[in-house]
């Protein structure tokens, strides 16, 4: 009988050095790095870029070379009435329009299409999510005609034998919260409406056996059930009222008087109209640093338990 040939033992011998290892990590990152650099390019450069600008007195003309002015541009924000003003118009134009139109009526729109007809939610739904997939521009065209003084509001309250007024002129800020919020609930409708298809049939039975009505049901058993859905949908209506620009800008341009100048609109008057480049970027980074704090209020809103 032939013998064997023992084996060679696995053990590592103490003492002795460690196998090499191929560079694992390497190959792990390697798939993310032209994500890494698009991002690092085009998202990361540019704002460290806005940064630097922030703090110098850069303008588009008149001056040779800019130079760093330090928190001057900060300072001189706090201390105008314009820019103050903007920034309680653009909390009013978000809580209006975002907080409590838009998320509101979105839910309220997915709760009532849940019970109605087929045809119904066909007709509702196209109907809404038209005005969300207009143009922005178009969407504030078609909301100047409404509320402008010979405009579609006006005509009828005449045909109602009631006063009409000037939207645009007296209640600027309300007619440019009422746009955002027509615009804009279809996407609140379509997310509620998602979130309300989740919740197990059997539960609302259940509490409509017990008694429960309508109310006590939406209160107690919906809106616990759906609350992800509810701070999701609040943080990005909000991220995305704070940046409306071409709706407002085309209905009233922040007039009369600045009664519906929000922050991207003020941001815009210093940086292109009145040529002060780094003024308006630390405009822009306050406005970023709203947006950041309306963030981690909802992500923070989010990580608490029901």
Known sequence: ??????????????????????????????PLAPAVVLLLLFLAGPIAYCVFIAFTDLQLTGQAE?????????????GDEAFLNAVWLTLVFTVLSSLIGQNTLGLALAALMRRASKPVR?????????????????????????????GTLNAVL?????????????LPILA?????????????M?????????????????????????????WHITLPMIRRSIGTNLMLNTLQTLSVFGLIWVMTRGGPGGRSQTLPLFMYEQAFQNSLIGYGTAVALLLLLVGSLFSLLYLRLLRTEV
């Not at 040939?5 to 191929?22: E, I, K, Q």
């Open 1 to 30: 009988m032939t013998a064997t040939a023992p084996r060679p033992s696995l053990a590592r011998t103490p003492g002795a050095p460690r196998p090499a290892r191929g560079p694992r990590l390497p190959v792990r990152v390697l």
């Open 66 to 78: 800019s130079s760093f002015v330090g928190f001057d541009n900060f300072t001189r924000a706090f």
């Open 176 to 188: 440019v919260s009422f746009a955002n919020v027509w615009r804009g609930t279809a996407f609140s």
């Open 190 to 218: 379509l997310v509620y409406s998602a979130a309300l298809n989740e919740i197990p049939q059997e539960i609302t039975e259940a509490a409509e056996v017990d008694g429960a009505g309508g109310w006590r049901r939406m």
């Open 158 to 170: 005449d045909w109602l034998h009631l006063p009409a007024q000037n939207w645009l002129y007296t």
């Open 122 to 150: 066909t007709l509702t739904g196209g109907v809404v999510v038209t005005a969300w997939v207009l143009p922005e521009v178009v969407a504030g065209f078609l909301l100047y005609a409404f509320f402008r003084r010979e």
